[in-house]
């Protein structure tokens, strides 16, 4: 079993930068891939970027590529997402996600077994 607490978002401008956070408790943090995916108001979750459980394979969908940037500690069992240069239309509640598995990198949200409770990112224009 994974829990997984979100932190950081907030209100930021366009052109400003987050960093979110993801603790997770358990002990098997270090054997899951882990994602971040996002939910703007009206839209279905989308898929943002994973990283394998050693961290050394990322993935990102196109419209954050070059901005966002995915990492892990697995000493301190927490994920981040750093996210430069930020736009209106990032704005969206951010979810990070566990996969049992270690080595896929899925953008698929049913890949995933556990789930944060969300982080609410608001870019203003």
């Known amino acids: 079993q994974v829990q997984l607490v979100e932190s950081g978002g907030g209100l930021v401008q366009a052109g400003g930068s987050l960093r979110l956070s993801c603790a997770a408790s358990?002990?098997?943090?270090?054997?899951?891939?882990m994602g971040w995916f996002r939910q703007a108001p009206g839209k279905e979750r989308e898929f943002v970027a994973t990283i394998t459980c050693s961290g050394g394979s990322t993935y990102y969908t196109d419209s954050v590529k070059g901005r966002f940037t995915i990492s892990r500690d697995n000493a301190r069992n927490t994920v981040y997402l750093q996210m430069n240069s930020l736009k209106p239309e990032d704005t969206a509640v951010f979810y990070c996600a566990a996969d049992d598995r270690c080595s896929v990198l899925s953008a698929t949200p049913t890949s995933y077994a556990y789930w944060g409770q969300g982080t609410q990112v608001t870019v203003s224009s």
């Open positions: 358990g002990r098997t943090f270090s054997r899951n891939a």
